[in-house]
């Protein structure tokens, strides 16, 4: 069979890989199908969840803020597209958009003012996704890697983006890079469109981002950080509208807009605060949790107890509270008082991720790896891109003698951690007793140039000298 040159094998892609843009009408090269975007969407819905703290639980204003994207859809040029909306439980400002998915933080959403500024956000953030910028991004991707566009012509039966789901591995953090400017310019003048045909003022687009700024302004000074301190600015927002829109960019796309109507007042704002109350109010008890969590990152845990209590007496029914209280008991070696404060957690919320791999470390810890293969597996389940839980399963799974299964874990962990000072020593135990001593040789190697003198690092020093043979 001949096999052809890289660049003529992308020419010949570039030919054949096209769709229409159902934004702007024009063909485009395009690897992924709208099925196939759907799919990628929905499959990193679970760990974008949880990576942004997961879901602020309060089913009137889910129900009423997903009507209000619901809205959005309506008047937008993929009107049936599957998506599910929800209030990421972090003060961290920021709201984004994949296919399938539409989010706002907590940190954010208090701070707008009215439904127009958080349609100004939300059009935006939908303006991607109806611009198959993600479905562009991943598509422009695989041109980089020939070895997978060659896959993608010889695997018979698969288009670009099936051969994109079994040739690479993709993690759910390579949905949420950074647009160019010209995906902004163009989410921007979508968000002010969405917001004129729903009869909202899009002269709130101007405000929602002065909030926008005003919430990362609150947030920073609460990290004792500067305004502009490092590009920080830039960095929690990597995921959201540029910064620094310029008004006179916003003003002209208003200007273009064709005729629209205000409906009332054009921004809703009473509606709005009103369900907003007791989310605001709630948050009071955040901003000191989150002073309590960064003490505990400090490693000050009784500065970080005296501020859970104080959090915990504002309002006594939210799982963070209790997980970190339960995360200071196990750094203090108090194990069953950490269960009991993860079980208080889940009491309130059965699936909290977190709490699920904090009783996993507990009974871990206690060398019960039975039980913490089962509480591990329900947070996996939850949050199958939680590299600790990989990691934790794969030791339990060793002490068990499960080396097929600990193998699986634990390369999963070493691919996004691979300088981690233990993995590669349980990586390399797991191979020779599975017989496949030349991996057992390369990863005990890899243990001693990045961690020699831990306890898993002597251990793979005096397998090395064992099974030189194999090197």
């Known amino acids: 069979m001949m096999l052809l040159k890289p660049a003529l094998l992308i020419t010949i892609l570039l030919f054949l890989s096209c769709a229409i843009n159902p934004v702007t009408g024009e063909r485009e090269f395009m690897l992924v199908s709208e099925e196939q975007e759907?799919?990628?969407?929905?499959?990193?819905?679970?760990?974008?969840?949880?990576?942004?703290g997961g879901k602020y639980r309060d089913t009137e204003l889910d129900s009423y803020l997903t009507t209000l994207v619901k809205n959005i859809w309506n008047v937008s040029e993929r009107p049936n597209m599957q998506f599910k909306f929800a209030v990421q439980n972090t003060s961290l400002p920021n709201a984004f958009a994949i296919p399938g998915y539409v989010a706002i933080t907590r940190g954010l959403i208090i701070e707008l003012e009215n439904e127009a500024q958080f349609l100004a956000i939300m059009g935006h953030e939908a303006g991607h996704v109806m611009a198959r910028h993600t479905a562009k991004r991943l598509s422009l991707s695989q041109v980089q890697s020939v070895g997978i566009l060659a896959g993608s012509i010889l695997l018979e039966g698969q288009k670009g983006g099936d051969a994109l789901l079994t040739l690479g591995a993709l993690g759910s953090s390579l949905l949420l890079l950074k647009y160019d400017r010209d995906q902004e310019l163009q989410a921007d003048r979508l968000g002010v469109k969405y917001m004129a045909k729903l009869g909202y003022d899009p002269h709130e687009a101007l405000n929602a981002h002065k909030q926008l700024e005003i919430a990362v302004e609150k947030y920073m000074k609460r990290l004792g950080k500067e305004q502009r301190e490092e590009t920080f600015l830039d960095e929690i927002l990597s995921t959201h509208p540029r910064s620094e829109v310029r008004k006179e960019e916003i003003e002209a796309m208003i200007k273009e807009l064709p005729p629209y109507t205000i409906a009332g007042d054009g921004k809703g704002a009473e509606t709005f605060n009103s369900k907003l109350r007791k989310i605001r109010e709630i948050n009071k008890a955040y901003i000191i949790f989150d002073e309590a969590e960064r003490a505990f990152k400090e490693k000050k845990l009784s500065e970080s107890k005296e501020k859970l209590e104080k959090a915990i007496a504002l309002n006594n029914q939210q799982p963070p509270f209790y997980n970190l209280l339960g995360n200071i008991k196990i750094k203090e070696s108090r194990y069953s008082e950490a269960e009991e404060m993860y079980n208080r957690a889940l009491s309130i919320d059965p699936e909290y991720q977190p709490s699920l791999y904090g009783m996993g470390m507990v009974y871990f810890l206690r060398e019960d790896y039975s039980r913490a293969i089962n509480y591990i597996s329900r947070s996996l389940e939850l949050f199958p891109e939680h590299y600790g839980s990989h990691f934790i399963i794969g030791r339990s799974y060793i002490a068990l003698r499960s080396y097929k299964k600990a193998l699986k874990h634990l390369n999963i962990f070493s691919?996004?951690?691979?300088?981690?000072?233990?993995?590669?020593?349980?990586?390399?135990?797991?191979?020779?007793?599975?017989?496949?001593?030349?991996?057992?040789?390369?990863?005990?190697?890899?243990?001693?140039?990045?961690?020699?003198?831990?306890?898993?690092?002597?251990?793979a020093q005096k397998r090395l000298y064992v099974l030189r043979m194999y090197r």
């Open 38 to 52: 759907l799919a990628l969407g929905m499959n990193a819905t679970p760990n974008l969840n949880w990576t942004y």
């Open 415 to 459: 691919d996004a951690i691979p300088k981690h000072p233990e993995v590669h020593g349980y990586l390399g135990i797991c191979y020779e007793n599975l017989g496949d001593l030349r991996s057992a040789y390369r990863e005990y190697s890899m243990q001693v140039k990045i961690a020699p003198n831990n306890e898993i690092g002597r251990y």
